[in-house]
């Protein structure tokens, strides 16, 4: 079945990385897996705005012990023979504060390795390596992708991250570039240690693009999540009038 827990691990906020967690996926919803999403990134909170309506409970209630994990799953909407569910971040600023305890980071790890029992694949939003959830969220995955964006500044970062994960005993798997060929002026680069590749999503693109073959983010992520999760998704692209792996 391939690598159960990876983890997404930004360099720099802005990064891209939530995006890339959910476009990752859905693409292996679309190959017919069960996902589950966990966000790490309390603060920042973006995986909530994937998921429509209410939510009563999230990541934070379960880290804190108010809920069990279950309660703060919602599934995503999305045309995939797979499904995905999403436990994301939205909490007060008191519950935050209290969800950041090394107490609380025991507590999300039991609840990311519970989940990974009932789910194909987990995949973790996990923000800079600077807090007691990121690092627990770092430390339970089986693997781990820095996501840096092609910019002067995410190369610079990097390096401090690389360096974060060995410390605590996580080194990443691979280095994920993100926003390629995006609009950065004279800040735009290539990342030299960058094993993937994905370009860039403007802010007003469709959530997901990973579901429509003919995107360009479509096969780059298929291609990213087979190798770093050991899968063969079966999936097809349009190539130049050819379908091809």
Known sequence: MGVPTLAF??????AGTTRLTVETAATLARGGRSV??????????GLATYVEG?????VTAVAVGDVPV?????EWDIDADGRVALCPAHAPFERLARAKSAGSAQTLERAIEEVAGRYDH???????IASNQAVAAATTAQRRAL???ASRRGSDLLPRQQGRLRDIGAPASAVVATR???????NSESVEDAAHTV??????APRPLATDPDSDVAPTVAAMAEELLNVDLGLTFEDDGLFSR
Request: proline share 10%.
């Open 9 to 14: 691990v930004g360099c720099t906020g802005g």
């Open 36 to 45: 589950a999403v966990i966000d790490a990134a309390f603060g920042t909170q």
């Open 54 to 58: 209410r939510l009563d409970a999230d």
């Open 70 to 74: 279950d309660s703060a799953l919602f």
């Open 122 to 128: 987990v995949l973790l939003d996990v923000p800079p």
């Open 147 to 149: 996501v840096v964006p």
């Open 180 to 186: 390629v060929d995006g609009d950065d002026g004279d």
């Open 199 to 204: 370009p860039h999503i403007g802010p007003g």
